[in-house]
């Protein structure tokens, strides 16, 4: 029996329980769930004939996975014709996105952190050999902000929040060129580590300093400064809280100054406890 190729590599069964024989075909709920991830790509609405070719999926397939996903109220059609994600949809990512304990604790936080530098703090968590911001407050001035987005990802390695989570999990380089296994690196600045030994000494002194910074490794021009939270767990942090600041407004040492005043804002959040 022949499987087909599911939109996240897994195999799944066709509609009436057969498999496909096309082992790249989506079938079933598969080809609906990708045709909802690919609208959350198009904010300001994609046509039919496009998601079809984005998808790569006859017409008529996507126009049915279209009218399921309109049925559920999770995409809605324009005035235009273009299709976008339904309002229900929104209600129900932010509505869960909202009741994470995490976010709900760490949100008055990240806006007294905002608010005292004037620069942009995050919360977010590792996730394999990425980071995902779980939330995210800007400053309420400030001609020019950052373009990272809440459930956005970043490289690791490249981030003071990956550096920092990373050093409380990989220990020896041998463990770290395990972590990196054939990929390489990805260098998103000068600045960024490319090899297991550059990134095996970054994470030895963010391990005994306590915390992780970001020199313009990930973007040029952007710095920061990340400590550890334990809003769920008693001594292994669920994320880090970084303040993400332009380096010609707030410099790295000014972050690294101000780091007796960022631990107390971050008060019990930011210490184990048993």
């Known amino acids: 029996m022949e499987h087909t190729q599911t939109y996240d590599g ?14 790249n075909r989506l079938v079933g709920s598969d080809r609906v769930l990708a045709v909802l991830k690919q609208l959350a790509r198009y904010p300001e609405g994609v046509g039919l ?5 984005v998808v790569a999926s006859p017409k008529p397939t996507v126009h049915r996975a279209l009218g399921a996903l309109r049925r559920a109220g999770l995409a809605d059609q324009g005035a235009r014709g273009r299709y976008v994600l339904g309002d229900e949809f929104l209600r129900m990512a932010f509505a869960h996105h909202e009741a994470r304990p995490e976010q709900v604790r760490l949100q008055p936080v990240l806006e007294a952190l905002a608010h005292r ?9 590792l996730d394999g050999r990425e980071i995902v911001y779980r939330a995210k407050v800007d ?12 459930g956005g990802r970043n490289p690791a390695h490249t981030t003071a929040v990956g550096k920092l989570l990373l050093a409380g999990r990989l220990g020896g380089e041998d463990e770290v060129a395990a972590w990196i296994g054939d990929r390489p690196l990805e260098r998103r600045t000068a600045r960024s580590s490319g090899t297991a ?26 710095n920061c400064l990340a400590l550890p939270v334990y809003p769920t767990s008693p001594a292994v ?12 407004r707030t410099p790295l040492a000014a972050l690294v100054d101000a780091l007796d005043e960022i631990r107390a804002l971050l008060g019990p959040l930011g210490e184990p406890y048993t």
Do not use: I, K
Request: hydrophobic share 35%; net charge negative; proline share 3%.
């Open 197 to 222: 030994a550059a990134l095996h000494r970054e994470l030895v002194v963010t391990r005994e300093r306590g915390y992780g910074l970001d020199d313009q490794e990930n973007e040029t021009g952007v």
């Open 139 to 150: 400053p309420l001035t400030g001609a020019v902000r950052l373009t990272s987005t809440v």
């Open 49 to 53: 004939e496009e998601l079809t070719r």
């Open 117 to 125: 530098f004037g620069e942009t703090a995050h919360y977010a968590v």
């Open 237 to 248: 942090p669920s994320g880090a809280v970084s303040v993400s600041a332009l380096a010609y």
């Open 10 to 23: 897994s195999t799944a069964l066709g509609e009436d329980g057969s498999t496909a024989a096309d082992g």
